[in-house]
T-cell receptor, first 114, second 112 residues
Framework: DGGITQSPKYLFRKEGQNVTLSCEQN?????MYWYRQDPGQGLRLIYY???????QKGDIAEGYSVSREKKESFPLTVTSAQKNPTAFYLC?????????????FGEGSRLTVL | QQQVKQSPQSLIVQKGGISIINCAYE??????FPWYQQFPGKGPALLIA?????SEKKEGRFTISFNKSAKQFSLHIMDSQPGDSATYFC???????????FGKGTTLSVSS
């Protein structure tokens, strides 16, 4: 089945620890995105990448880092510099220039900082 | 600066009624306006989308109305069903397939 796989689904972290969230897609999409979702805040863009080895900051990139070494993979690291990391993280992908413009989302990773 | 403003935050509709969610945007460069539906614990999924060259798009019970001069667009759900109970997000982007800017969401509850 084609789609986006995020792991882990649930993650607990102690303050001061870095954690990496995995996102893999087998849709052959060019672009990949990371969004953060908080109650009542909608989805806010963290980082996005339109091509391998290149990525751009979104609206709330501080305290996060990403890499895009392969077209299929776009991992997100939540660093200890992120002040309030507890949230639901969503990865998405899309075809660039596609007529439909649809972003396909994974099922999310819920991070809780203890 | 909130580029896409969505209202209401929550909505309760009786089964068979019409659900209406509104969004307003600021950036006139936006040219793609989708609506996403999200169920608890799941990722959002595209429901319906429109481009500014048309004023209305209908897919089954779901309709987008678009007012370019007012920079507003809305989602209408006709004959609302309990299975429509979910969170709905409007969004906008400058080009289809690029990063979307989302509204804050509307939680819809359809009572039976």
């Amino acid at each position: 089945d084609g789609g986006i796989t995020q792991s882990p689904k649930y993650l607990f972290r102690k303050e001061g620890q870095n954690v990496t969230l995995s996102c893999e897609q087998n849709l052959n999409h060019d672009a990949m995105y990371w969004y953060r979702q908080d109650p009542g805040q909608g989805l806010r863009l963290i980082y996005y990448s339109q091509i391998v080895n290149d990525f751009q900051k979104g609206d709330i990139a501080e305290g996060y880092s990403v890499s895009r070494e392969k077209k299929e993979s776009f991992p997100l690291t939540v660093t200890s510099a992120q002040k309030n990391p507890t949230a639901f993280y969503l990865c998405a992908s899309s075809l660039l220039g596609a007529n439909t413009g649809e972003l396909f989302f994974g099922e999310g990773s819920r991070l809780t900082v203890l | 600066q909130q580029q896409v403003k969505q209202s209401p935050q929550s909505l309760i509709v009786q089964k068979g009624g019409i659900s209406i969610i509104n969004c307003a945007y600021e950036n006139t460069a936006f040219d793609y306006f989708p609506w996403y539906q999200q169920f608890p614990g799941k990722g959002p999924a595209l429901l319906i989308a429109i481009r500014p060259d048309v004023s209305e798009k209908k897919e089954g019970r779901f309709t987008i109305s678009f007012n370019k001069s007012a920079k507003q667009f809305s989602l209408h759900i006709m004959d609302s069903q309990p299975g429509d109970s979910a969170t709905y997000f409007c969004a906008a982007s400058r080009q289809a397939g690029t990063a979307l800017i989302f509204g804050k969401g509307t939680t819809l509850s359809v009572s039976s």
